[in-house]
């Protein structure tokens, strides 16, 4: 079976230290944006997505 990470524990892998505090401050910063991280679909496939769910919301940008 796969391991799952958290979205903390991906974007901290993402640096040299595997930093989890910085990790914290980009969720936050991506929060506060208006972003959301959430669990990926697994009914549909990235084909099936019409172009509307692909584009992002201009009212979502920082």
Known sequence: MARK???REVIARSYPSWDHAM???LIAWLDHCG???VEKR???GAA???AEELRPQAS???
Do not use: G, K, V, W
């Open 5 to 7: 990470f958290t979205a």
């Open 23 to 25: 990790a914290d401050r």
């Open 35 to 37: 972003y959301e991280i």
């Open 42 to 44: 697994h009914e549909h």
């Open 48 to 50: 099936a997505l019409s």
């Open 60 to 62: 979502n940008a920082c």
